[in-house]
């Protein structure tokens, strides 16, 4: 990933020293579990760890010789020990190692995303609250269709966001299974009571059937939960670009003191950080693909998902972090225009009432197809001739023989959907 996406702590996750930690980390549980099984002597594990240097130059140069970044590292770790180095690595493969700390590695990814992601959750709460009573048109097919409240916008927001919360709750779970089963997971020179002592230890899950690799559905699994976190994000992020256009200024994002718009065009407020987060929406959901192709793998392994599994996880895991990051300062800093927001029913001439008119008309006896016409026509009228549609209705000498004025009017009140916006909420304990 790009520097300039890349947010701490999580990028300091995937940088090339903490990987090789957690190489040693996943190294020195092994020989812990060794101690414990009268395998190794007492101590060693520890004496280990105290002569141990992580020198990713040094590492690389000796990669650059061998070509294989394993053996370059345990040949780094190793070079200045004694007789302790003899446990080191005994009866693993490589996998064994790079699939466990890479195990390692997505969990604690994902239990930082997982933190900021409740960060955000507890902001649109308080923002679906602020605005619960605030009315305001509702859109399908971007055409004005009822009126609905801006709180209840945030909260659809929030519950797909608890929903995605619960999903990565799972998803880590389910990526959290390392294996230290050998070759081909058949365990032929190492215990299977060695896996399950040195993974607990790490605060991993022996996986259940191996091959020489962890299963790649479970990082498949992972990929699509990030996926769905940043479709999430960037359902708001078009609501928000939508709400932004000039001619709705309903809602925008913040615009930092300082900051400009345009190279060219002085007055230019755009959504661009709106914007990045679609583009990047996008990128997370490209990645699910390649996860999806690394499940298939030669027999008992290939290496045909190694360079992929490089980029994407990484990539993967920095996108969804910095998008949650984003998300939260942009919800936090909305500006909500709440003047436009009701000069926008002027703009309908009133014919987001259309269907409570229909619905009154009904209740008087009449039959919901002649109450569809009437209705239509005089909506078609009022809107081809930018005239008020309450107007047009009043006028209509049948509206009058139904209505009295206080009914009528009282067809024409916003209030009304917002009724039982109170049971919504608490369907999410608000």
Same mark, same amino acid.
């Given at each position: 990933?790009i520097?300039?996406?890349?947010?701490?702590?999580?990028?300091?996750?995937?940088?090339?020293?903490?990987?090789?930690?957690?190489?040693?980390?996943?190294?020195?549980?092994?020989?812990?579990?060794?101690e414990?099984?009268g395998?190794? #002597?007492?101590?060693?594990?520890?004496?280990?760890?105290?002569?141990?240097?992580?020198?990713?130059?040094?590492?690389?140069?000796?990669?650059?010789?061998?070509?294989?970044?394993?053996?370059?590292?345990?040949?780094?770790?190793?070079?200045?020990?004694?007789?302790?180095a003899?446990?080191?690595?005994?009866?693993? !493969?490589?996998? $064994?190692i790079?699939?466990?700390?890479?195990?390692?590695?997505?969990k604690?990814?994902?239990?930082?995303?997982?933190?900021?992601?409740?960060?955000?959750?507890?902001?649109?709460?308080?923002?679906a609250?602020?605005?619960?009573?605030?009315?305001?048109?509702?859109?399908?097919h971007?055409?004005?269709?009822?009126?609905?409240?801006?709180?209840?916008?945030?909260?659809?927001?929030l519950?797909?966001?608890?929903?995605?919360?619960?999903?990565?709750?799972?998803?880590?779970?389910?990526i959290?299974?390392?294996?230290?089963s050998?070759?081909?997971?058949?365990?032929?020179?190492?215990? #299977?009571?060695?896996?399950?002592?040195?993974?607990?230890?790490?605060?991993?899950?022996?996986?259940?059937?191996?091959?020489?690799?962890?299963?790649? $559905?479970?990082?498949?699994?992972?990929l699509?939960?990030?996926?769905?976190?940043?479709?999430?994000?960037?359902r708001?992020a078009?609501?928000?670009?939508?709400?932004?256009k000039?001619?709705?200024l309903?809602?925008?994002?913040?615009?930092?003191?300082?900051q400009?718009?345009?190279?060219a065009? #002085?007055?230019?407020k755009?959504p661009?950080?709106?914007e990045?987060? !679609?583009?990047?929406?996008?990128?997370?959901?490209?990645?699910?693909?390649?996860?999806?192709?690394?499940?298939?793998?030669?027999?008992?392994r290939?290496?045909?998902?190694?360079?992929?599994?490089r980029?994407?996880?990484?990539?993967?895991?920095?996108? !969804?972090?910095?998008?949650?990051?984003?998300?939260?300062?942009?919800?936090?800093n909305?500006?909500?225009?709440?003047?436009?927001?009701?000069e !926008?029913?002027?703009?309908?001439?009133?014919?987001?009432?259309?269907?409570?008119? /229909?619905?009154?008309?009904?209740?008087?006896?009449?039959?919901?197809?002649?109450?569809?016409?009437?209705?239509?026509?005089?909506a078609?009228?009022?809107?081809?001739?930018?005239r008020?549609?309450?107007?047009? /209705?009043w006028?209509?000498?049948?509206?009058?023989?139904?209505?009295?004025?206080?009914?009528?009017?009282?067809?024409f009140? #916003?209030?009304?959907?917002?009724?039982?916006?109170?049971?919504?909420?608490?369907?999410l304990?608000?």
């Amino acid at each position: 990933m790009i520097e300039r996406y890349s947010l701490s702590p999580m990028k300091d996750i995937w940088s090339e020293e903490e990987k090789f930690r957690r190489w040693l980390e996943v190294e020195l549980s092994v020989i812990e579990a060794f101690e414990e099984m009268g395998i190794a #002597p007492k101590g060693t594990a520890e004496k280990i760890r105290m002569n141990s240097k992580i020198d990713v130059e040094k590492i690389l140069e000796i990669e650059s010789v061998v070509d294989h970044d394993v053996i370059a590292f345990i040949k780094s770790i190793t070079d200045n020990m004694g007789d302790e180095a003899r446990y080191f690595h005994k009866g693993l !493969t490589s996998s $064994d190692i790079v699939d466990t700390a890479l195990s390692l590695g997505l969990k604690r990814a994902g239990e930082l995303i997982l933190e900021e992601l409740i960060v955000l959750s507890n902001i649109l709460k308080e923002k679906a609250i602020k605005y619960k009573y605030l009315y305001t048109v509702g859109r399908t097919h971007g055409v004005h269709a009822e009126p609905t409240s801006f709180g209840l916008k945030l909260l659809s927001y929030l519950a797909e966001l608890e929903r995605n919360i619960s999903r990565l709750k799972i998803s880590i779970e389910n990526i959290s299974y390392g294996k230290l089963s050998g070759a081909v997971g058949n365990y032929a020179n190492i215990d #299977p009571e060695i896996e399950y002592i040195a993974l607990n230890k790490l605060g991993l899950k022996p996986e259940i059937v191996a091959t020489q690799v962890v299963p790649r $559905d479970r990082h498949a699994e992972f990929l699509s939960v990030l996926a769905l976190i940043g479709a999430g994000i960037e359902r708001i992020a078009v609501e928000i670009r939508h709400l932004q256009k000039t001619e709705v200024l309903e809602a925008q994002e913040p615009f930092k003191k300082g900051q400009r718009g345009s190279s060219a065009m #002085p007055h230019k407020k755009n959504p661009i950080l709106c914007e990045r987060l !679609t583009g990047m929406a996008r990128m997370l959901r490209s990645y699910t693909v390649a996860g999806y192709e690394n499940i298939s793998l030669w027999h008992e392994r290939d290496i045909s998902h190694s360079s992929v599994e490089r980029v994407f996880l990484p990539d993967a895991t920095l996108i !969804t972090f910095y998008m949650v990051k984003k998300t939260q300062y942009l919800i936090d800093n909305l500006i909500v225009n709440e003047d436009r927001i009701k000069e !926008t029913f002027e703009k309908s001439y009133n014919l987001v009432y259309s269907q409570r008119v /229909l619905l009154s008309l009904i209740d008087k006896g009449i039959s919901r197809e002649n109450g569809y016409k009437f209705v239509q026509k005089y909506a078609l009228e009022a809107w081809e001739t930018r005239r008020d549609f309450k107007e047009l /209705l009043w006028n209509d000498k049948e509206i009058k023989n139904l209505f009295t004025k206080e009914e009528f009017d009282e067809i024409f009140t #916003p209030n009304y959907y917002l009724r039982n916006i109170d049971k919504i909420y608490s369907k999410l304990g608000l």
